[in-house]
């Protein structure tokens, strides 16, 4: 059934980089609009970045502006999200979703991943 799975978290320094992918099984992917969000010990869920269909658009949180890039390979069913220059606010749990409809039912669906820790710290 629908699937998506994150890698790429981990411990990293402040000033250091990492990069997110998220492989996806299940649906259209390439109907879907994708997005990474996040949710930091003791605060809400945030939306971090989101990329249309087509990798057209997208779209940053004013918190990673300059920083994340967002960018999808619909011929692997992958998005994936670069961030450079992590700060230790950075530090959440990250997850993929996947939003659109069905190509014959119209159908809305709103798929998530399980997430994947990111830590940056000294």
């Known amino acids: 059934q629908v699937q998506l799975v994150e890698s790429g978290g981990g411990l990293v320094q402040p000033g250091g980089s990492l990069r997110l992918s998220c492989a996806a099984t299940g649906f259209t992917f390439s109907r879907s609009t994708m997005s990474w969000y996040r949710q930091a010990p003791g605060k809400e869920r945030e939306l971090v970045a989101t990329i249309t269909s087509t990798g057209g658009n997208t779209n940053y949180a004013d918190s990673v502006k300059g920083r994340f890039t967002i960018s999808r390979d619909n011929a692997k069913n992958t998005v994936y999200l670069q961030m450079n220059s992590l700060k230790p606010e950075d530090t959440a749990v990250y997850y993929c979703?996947?939003?659109?409809?069905?190509?014959?039912?119209?159908?809305?669906?709103?798929?998530w991943g399980q997430g994947t820790q990111v830590t940056v710290s000294s």
């Open positions: 979703n996947a939003a659109g409809s069905s190509l014959l039912t119209k159908r809305r669906y709103d798929y």
